[in-house]
């Protein structure tokens, strides 16, 4: 049983596409995350959603769109991807948003752009 | 802006060598976790630790925060080559966000 899946496990993609990658939970979770992971290993948030709500939006440039359907679902829309774009994507899940909860990740969705 | 900074970046041990890696926050945490993550894969979790100068044990592997809760370590006794990975702190400050801020990793190589 995967508690957090993503879709797809990679991608290759041409500059100027617009791609999607789609998370799901299944631990009954609250609060859902997006993570970056570049090249050098370092893991940066993006966003998160508590509920369907969005609750923490860092500075990311806005071709980067997230949509939480329900709370067992958050999906990442990305526009007219760059170069600089390519990196590991990991979405993660926690109960509740608040302090003390341990985040579990999915197992990353690796993208690449040309 | 907030920082969480890990040292050193990268250790090379021979198996059976001992392994600390340092946390060290620009700002007070409420909490700090540790996750592991194996070449390939997705951090997990390891553990939380939630007081002032708190130290827990998982098998060989030794958890401390630091009493002024801005920084921690993590120490491995006996390298085993299942231990390679990078190691992650990830510190919650205390301003009352709900973001926890995850440290620039330690990528540790356990030579057989």
């Known amino acids: 049983d995967t508690a957090v899946s993503q879709t797809p496990k990679y991608l290759v993609t041409q500059m100027g596409n617009d791609k999607s990658i789609k998370c799901e939970q299944n631990l009954g979770h609250d609060t859902m995350y997006w993570y970056k992971q570049d090249s050098k290993k370092f893991l940066k948030i993006m966003f998160s959603y508590n509920n369907k709500e969005l609750i923490i939006n860092e500075t990311v440039p806005n071709r980067f769109s997230p949509k939480s359907p329900d709370k067992a679902h958050l999906n990442l829309h990305i526009n007219s991807l760059e170069l600089g774009d390519s990196a590991v994507y990991f979405c993660?899940?926690?109960?509740?948003?608040?302090?003390?909860?341990?985040?579990?990740f999915g197992p990353g969705t690796r993208l690449l752009v040309l | 802006g907030q920082q969480v900074m890990q040292i050193p970046q990268y250790q090379h041990v021979q198996e059976g060598e001992d392994f600390t890696t340092y946390c060290n926050s620009s700002t007070t945490l409420s909490n700090i976790q540790w996750y592991k993550q194996r070449p390939g894969g997705h951090p997990v979790f390891l553990i939380q630790?939630?007081?002032?100068?708190e130290v827990k044990k998982q098998k060989r592997l030794t958890f401390q925060f630091g009493e002024a809760k801005k920084n921690s370590s993590l120490h491995i006794t006996a390298t085993q080559t299942t231990d390679v990975g990078t190691y992650f702190c990830?510190?919650?400050?205390?301003?009352?966000?709900?973001?926890?801020?995850f440290g620039t990793g330690t990528r540790l190589k356990v030579l057989a």
């Open positions: 993660a899940s926690s109960q509740t948003p608040r302090s003390q909860e341990t985040q579990y």
């Open positions: 990830a510190g919650l400050p205390t301003s009352g966000t709900y973001k926890y801020i």
């Open positions: 630790l939630v007081k002032s100068g």
